[in-house]
């Protein structure tokens, strides 16, 4: 990738701040040596350069200081014209304790333990967010609900919509094994009007396709209780697949569709998402790729939440699985065939209650 110069390999404040001060210190090189945290090139040989001393990540993440309630925006709030929405980003807390192989966000122990805002902290940029209009306020933790006192910011978040009106919705990912401390977290947002769905990743339901990519998912008596009780109160439900993964068969990839919405319920909407390989992943290495048998392609970036972009847009791209050992690439395409059927029947609704009846009535999978 020559065409980057610096490449942060954890937390950004510290490093990308030294990058600046480095460039405004000598505007004339690209001497970049000797900042902890870093990959660059040297302009001077081609040769990229691995900073060998690591950058220490701090426990105590208010040691960055808050763009919000430092006022770094307040300039873009007071000519902001009020035909249009606003949303913002915040983050609770930093880590990721589950190694998938497909991720990168817990993987290779940096960020594997959570590390925290303070408490005071995140309630002063959800005030900020209320006094300020936010409509929508999108939340970057990545288990939110599994730690004690997200219940607690959940209670904050419906307080200040119901002081001042704001944020509107909030939307974050949630912890990946669900349970009952995010049960309680979902009913509090729903009843206030407040959540975007609640996620259940389970990513596959195949033993031996979880084991390749070192995931644990709750058991499936477990998954379709809480499915039920998240019905029961009409807070909606959406269930996450990757198509690709190594390890899965058609007949297993079928059968765990049926075992997210039919056995389950039916009545929660399904997401099916390609495989990606994404940079310093574990599957991302060619080792694991030919243990695994892996194929891959390169195409223009499909954005499943997104708008088709106009032809100004620079193309962005991504690789894609499409196969597998366990999944040749012509069983490959008739699975995206069939996934995308499942999505336009049951999720779009174009055959939801033709399939439920068949299902209901002759147990038709």
């Known amino acids: 990738r020559s065409f980057i110069d610096v490449c942060v390999t954890a937390d950004g404040e510290e490093s990308f701040r030294d990058t600046l001060l480095r460039r405004i210190g000598c505007p004339s090189t690209w001497d970049f040596s000797g900042i902890p945290g870093i990959a660059h090139w040297s302009k001077a040989t081609g040769v990229l350069h691995w900073e ?10 208010d040691q960055y200081p808050s763009a919000y309630l430092t006022g770094q925006f307040d300039a873009l709030l007071v000519e902001r014209s009020e035909d249009k929405d606003w949303q913002a980003i915040i983050e609770t807390n930093r880590g990721c304790p589950f190694p998938c192989a497909f991720c990168a966000w817990g993987r290779g122990g940096l960020w594997s333990k959570f590390r925290f805002h303070s408490m005071e902290r995140v309630k002063a940029e959800v005030n900020w967010c209320g006094t300020n209009k ?34 509107e919705k909030f939307r974050t990912c949630f912890g990946k094994n669900t349970d009952e401390k995010i049960f309680k977290v979902a009913t509090i947002l729903h009843d206030a009007g407040m959540e975007k769905g609640i996620t259940l990743a389970r990513q596959s339901n195949d033993e031996a396709t979880l084991k390749n990519i070192n995931r644990q998912n709750i058991s499936l008596v477990t998954y379709r209780n809480l499915q039920t009780r998240f019905n029961e109160r009409n807070i909606p439900v959406y269930v996450e697949l990757i198509l690709g993964l190594p390890g899965e068969t058609v007949e297993s990839w079928k059968k765990g569709i049926d075992d997210c919405l039919i056995n389950a319920g039916g009545k929660n909407t399904l997401f099916i998402y390609l495989c990606q390989i994404l940079p310093n992943t574990e599957m991302a290495d060619p080792l694991y790729q030919v243990k695994h048998g892996i194929q891959t392609r390169r195409i223009k970036l499909q954005e499943i939440h ?9 193309d962005e791209y991504e690789d894609i699985v499409t196969g597998t050992a366990s999944m040749p690439h012509e069983q490959w395409r008739e699975m995206v065939k069939f996934s995308w059927m499942t999505m336009l029947l049951h999720s779009m609704k174009d055959g939801y209650f033709v399939m439920s009846w068949l299902w209901d009535r002759f147990r038709i999978t």
């Open 306 to 314: 997104g708008s088709r972009r106009g032809d100004d847009w620079v």
């Open 134 to 167: 936010i409509s929508y306020l999108f939340n970057a933790d990545s288990n939110f609900g599994q730690h004690p006192r997200d219940l607690e910011i959940a209670e904050h978040l419906v307080e200040t919509k119901k002081r001042t009106g704001f944020p």
């Open 52 to 61: 060998a001393s690591e950058r220490k990540l701090g426990k105590d993440l």
